[in-house]
């Protein structure tokens, strides 16, 4: 199963960078939150744990980002990951695992659809 998302809307480039190193939960800041549409659906709005950040290019605006939430199909602490600019706020988000051996991604469930690797 692949479930692929457009980001339609997203945060800042201060408030990613707050949500990855501030770990204090009550304040709120550990959370951002994606505006998120599959295919044309009606858009929903997920508040995302950022866990880890890379930069996509030289830009500073264009980020690889990996996180949980607990807002996509009942799940707790459902892995995405995804690319964001910061720029546009416009992206691309995966729900669920990627597959290490053949790079499918938004996997879920124990085995990769593809290739049939385990994932973890
Ligand atoms: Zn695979």
Known sequence: MTAQFNIKNGPPRFSIMLALFNNNAEDGLRYVEFVISKNDETPTTIKVLISSLEREDGSGDSWNFG????????????????YFSSKNRTGVL???????????????????????NPLN
């Not at 996180?67 to 995804?82: C, S």
Request: aromatic share 12%; with cysteine; hydrophobic share 30%.
């Open 67 to 82: 996180g949980t939430t607990d807002d996509l199909f009942g799940k707790k602490r459902l892995k995405i990951f995804g």
């Open 94 to 116: 995966y729900a669920g695992k990627q597959c290490v051996s053949c790079k499918a991604k938004g996997l879920m469930g124990s085995f990769c659809y593809k290739c049939g």
